[in-house]
């Protein structure tokens, strides 16, 4: 998958409008919060399987793993996972430009690409 796959992927859009309960405002922030909340859970549980089959198996001690410096290949890896992961998380603001784009170009009578087939 390419970077910019991965950023595409990211900012699907789900059908229909989005609801909101609260202020849009304070939903955005919450929806930025929950999606960084379930990220952390994840990693933290991979982490946390991760260290303690090494452990288990005597294949690496602790502090192996805290002194671990990624080559420029991993490095590389992690920067693109960082910038699929911040997409993720921005992704409700992503998603809110795209539909007041969408709203400027109806008002100013221009039709929106989706909008006109073969377009």
């Known amino acids: 998958m390419s970077f910019n796959?991965?950023?595409?992927?990211?900012?699907?859009?789900?059908?229909?409008?989005?609801?909101?309960?609260?202020?849009?405002?304070?939903?955005?922030?919450?929806?930025?919060?929950?999606?960084?909340?379930?990220e952390l859970a994840v990693a933290r549980q991979r982490s946390d399987t991760l260290e303690r089959l090494l452990k288990a198996k005597g294949i690496l001690a602790e502090e192996e793993i805290d002194s671990f410096t990624p080559d420029a290949h991993a490095s590389a890896e992690r920067q693109m996972w960082n910038q699929e992961f911040i997409a993720r998380i921005l992704r409700i603001v992503q998603q809110e430009n795209e539909a007041a784009l969408v709203a400027d170009e109806v008002a100013s009578g221009e039709m929106p690409d989706e909008a006109v087939p073969g377009a």
């Open 5 to 38: 796959d991965a950023l595409k992927e990211a900012g699907a859009k789900p059908a229909g409008k989005r609801p909101y309960f609260l202020e849009p405002q304070v939903e955005r922030v919450l929806a930025i919060t929950m999606t960084l909340a379930q």
